[in-house]
Nanobody
Framework: QVQLVESGGGLVQPGGSLRLSCAVS????????MRWYRQVPGLERELVAS????????NYADFVKGRFTISRDNAKNTMYLQMNSPKPEDTAVYYC????????WGQGTQVTVSS
């Protein structure tokens, strides 16, 4: 079965750092592009970053450029989001998305940025 499992979320102070992970199974991870999304309750889910199947191409939303880095390790079937200098407005549930089939989602991991 296709499974995407996010981890690494939690409480982080503004200006700190956090690394999220997305462990993938059930399909050939290296063959598909991946994305990170985030969502605040009551608001629309928004795209944070995307990465090509090989990791050679990355794209970022304007609100995270220069602060977050998306990466992947195809040998480990894992995608990462390195969050540097997070801001309170980065508080959200972060979701892993696979561009496989009709699209698959993880369960999400909560990130709270607060002092």
């Amino acid at each position: 079965q296709v499974q995407l499992v996010e981890s690494g979320g939690g409480l982080v102070q503004p200006g700190g750092s956090l690394r999220l992970s997305c462990a993938v199974s059930g399909f050939t991870f290296s063959g598909f592009a991946m994305r990170w999304y985030r969502q605040v309750p009551g608001l629309e889910r928004e795209l944070v970053a995307s990465i090509s199947s090989t990791g050679g191409t990355t794209n970022y939303a304007d609100f995270v450029k220069g602060r977050f880095t998306i990466s992947r390790d195809n040998a480990k079937n894992t995608m990462y989001l390195q969050m540097n200098s997070p801001k309170p407005e980065d508080t959200a549930v972060y979701y892993c998305n696979a561009r496989y089939g009709n699209g698959y989602w993880g369960q999400g991991t909560q990130v709270t940025v607060s002092s």
